[in-house]
C-alpha cells in the first residue's frame, strides 16, 4: 500500500512518474553533491600545487649549474700559446739490452783413440759468469775453455808458430794469469809452451802434445855423438886427428838438430780446445748436456760490454746518425741512462738458398747499436727499453707554435691566426722553419708576435665558423 507520500515501498515500480520525496532518498542525494565538491577540490589543489613546484624549479639551481651560469660560455677556437725555446726533433724506439758480440763454441772434440765425440763434461752453468782461463764444457775428455781476444781460432797453436793469432794467445795466457817470459811476440817458444803447460794444469788436464815429433830419436843421436866423440878425444886430446874433427862436427850437428826438434815438439793448444772471446766477463746464454753429441752449436756466449740494439723503419734512418747523444730507460726496474750511437745499420733479408745475390731493399728495416755511457749492469741482459733519440734541434730559441696552428694559403702565404685579447683575430704572415715533436718553428715576416701569445689551432665542434 502507499505510504502517506504516495510511495509504494513493496511495489516502487508501479510508480514510476512520480517523485520519490522519502527523506533517506533526499539525503543520499546530498552525500552524492558533497563528494563531487571534494573531488573537485582536489584537483584545484593540485594544480596549485604543481604552479608551485614549477615556479620553485625556476628558482632553486643545483651549486653545479649555478657555476656553470656564472662562467664565461663555451669557447668556440681551440687555442695554444706562442713558446720560445729551443725545438728539438726526437725519435722514440724499443730496444733490447744484449752483448757487444755472440759467439758459438763449435769444438771438433774426438782425437786418437776416441770412437765418438760426445759432451763429457759442463763446467759452467746457465747465464753464468765466464773469466779468463775458465774452463766451459770437457768434449770426449778434452776441455773446451775461454781466453780473451778478438781473432777466433782458426788454426792449432804449435811451439815453433809465428803471427798475430800467436800473439794474441800470449797475450791472453798473460790475462789468465799465467805470463810468458822469454818469448819474443808472435812466437811460440819455450815461454809459451810453460805458460801453456801452467793453464791446462790449473784445469786439471794435460796439455796435447805436437803429434809426429822425433824428439827422443834427436836426443838418442846426440847422445851417441856425444859419445863417440869422447872416446876419440881419449886417443887425440888436442883433436888434431881428422876422425876426432869428424866426430866433434857430427855432434854440433845432432845438437842442433836436437834444438830444431825441441823448438816444434812440446805442448800445443788445438783450435778444437779454445774459444777466444771479446771482453769479460762474458756470460752463458745457452749450452749442451752432458752426453750430447758434438754438433754446429753446444754452447752460446754472450761476450764483452753490454749495449742497446734497436730497429728503425726505412723512413727513421734519416733521422738517426752515429755520435748521436741517445736516453735509455728501463721501465722494468726504472733506471735512466745515457748512451751515444755507435752504428746504424741496414739489417739485410735472409739470403735464399741457392742464390748468391740478395739485393738490398730501400723499405728494409736498419739496426741502431747504442753504446753506454756507463757500463751497464749484468741484470739488464735481455732487458726491453725505450730510446729516445734526438734527431735535430734548432740554433738557439726560436718561437714556435703548435703544426695545427699553421695555415697555408692558395696563393701560397703562410699564416697563423693570433687571439688578441677584446681585439679579435689577426692574422700573421709566417716563414716555417724545422719541425719536431708536433711543434713547427716561425719567424714573423710583417707582424711582431710575443712568447704567451694565443694562436688558434682548431675550431671547436658546434662553434661559429
Request: net charge positive; proline share 8%; with cysteine.
Amino acid at each position: 500500500m502507499p505510504d502517506e507520500w504516495g510511495y509504494d515501498r513493496a511495489e516502487p515500480h508501479r510508480y514510476p512518474s512520480r517523485r520519490c520525496a522519502c527523506p533517506d532518498r533526499q539525503m543520499s542525494g546530498s552525500g552524492m553533491r558533497g563528494r563531487r565538491r571534494v573531488v573537485v577540490g582536489l584537483a584545484a589543489g593540485a594544480v596549485v600545487l604543481a604552479a608551485t613546484a614549477a615556479a620553485s624549479a625556476s628558482l632553486i639551481q643545483s651549486p653545479q649549474q649555478a657555476a656553470a651560469e656564472k662562467g664565461p660560455p663555451p669557447a668556440d677556437v681551440l687555442t695554444a700559446a706562442v713558446e720560445h725555446r729551443v725545438l728539438r726533433e726526437t725519435l722514440v724506439i724499443r730496444g733490447l739490452v744484449s752483448a757487444d758480440r755472440t759467439v758459438e763454441v763449435t769444438p771438433a772434440g774426438g782425437g786418437e783413440g776416441v770412437a765418438k765425440a760426445v759432451v763429457t763434461k759442463v763446467g759452467v752453468k746457465p747465464l753464468g759468469a765466464v773469466t779468463p782461463g775458465r774452463m766451459l764444457l770437457e768434449v770426449s775428455g778434452r776441455p773446451v775453455f775461454a781466453l780473451r781476444g778478438d781473432v777466433p781460432a782458426y788454426r792449432d797453436l804449435k811451439p815453433g808458430a809465428r803471427g798475430d793469432d800467436v800473439k794474441q794467445l800470449q797475450d791472453a795466457l798473460k790475462q789468465a794469469g799465467h805470463p810468458v817470459s822469454g818469448d819474443v811476440d808472435g812466437t811460440y817458444g819455450a815461454g809459451t809452451k810453460a805458460a801453456v803447460s801452467a793453464l791446462y794444469e790449473s784445469m786439471g788436464y794435460e796439455p796435447a802434445q805436437v803429434p809426429g815429433g822425433d824428439l827422443d830419436g834427436a836426443r838418442a843421436r846426440v847422445k851417441a855423438a856425444q859419445r863417440a866423440f869422447e872416446e876419440l878425444r881419449q886417443k887425440d886430446p888436442a883433436g888434431a886427428l881428422p876422425p876426432t874433427r869428424y866426430a866433434k862436427e857430427d855432434l854440433v850437428g845432432a845438437q842442433s838438430a836436437l834444438v830444431k826438434a825441441e823448438s816444434v815438439s812440446g805442448p800445443m793448444v788445438p783450435a778444437s780446445e779454445v774459444a777466444f772471446l771479446p771482453g769479460f766477463p762474458a756470460r752463458v746464454d745457452s749450452q749442451a748436456r752432458v752426453g750430447d753429441s758434438v754438433g754446429e752449436k753446444l754452447m752460446t756466449l754472450s761476450a764483452g760490454d753490454l749495449v742497446v740494439k734497436g730497429t728503425l723503419a726505412a723512413h727513421e734512418e734519416r733521422l738517426v746518425r752515429q755520435g748521436q747523444k741517445v736516453k735509455l730507460s728501463a721501465e722494468s726496474t726504472g733506471e735512466e741512462f745515457t748512451g751515444t750511437v755507435a752504428s746504424v745499420l741496414q739489417a739485410l733479408p735472409e739470403p735464399v738458398k741457392g742464390d748468391k745475390t740478395t739485393p738490398t731493399s730501400p723499405a728494409a728495416d736498419w739496426q741502431v747499436t747504442v753504446k753506454p755511457d756507463k757500463p751497464l749492469s749484468g741484470r739488464l741482459m735481455g732487458q726491453d727499453v725505450r730510446l729516445t733519440v734526438e734527431a735535430a734541434a734548432s740554433k738557439g730559441e726560436v718561437f714556435v707554435v703548435p703544426t695545427t696552428a699553421i695555415t697555408a694559403g692558395a696563393d701560397g702565404r703562410v699564416t697563423i691566426t693570433v687571439l688578441d685579447p677584446g681585439a679579435g683575430r689577426r692574422q700573421v704572415e709566417v716563414l716555417p722553419g724545422m719541425a719536431g715533436d708536433g711543434y713547427v718553428e716561425i719567424t714573423p715576416l710583417k707582424t711582431r708576435i710575443a712568447a704567451g701569445d694565443r694562436v688558434i689551432v682548431g675550431v671547436k665542434r658546434g662553434g661559429p665558423a
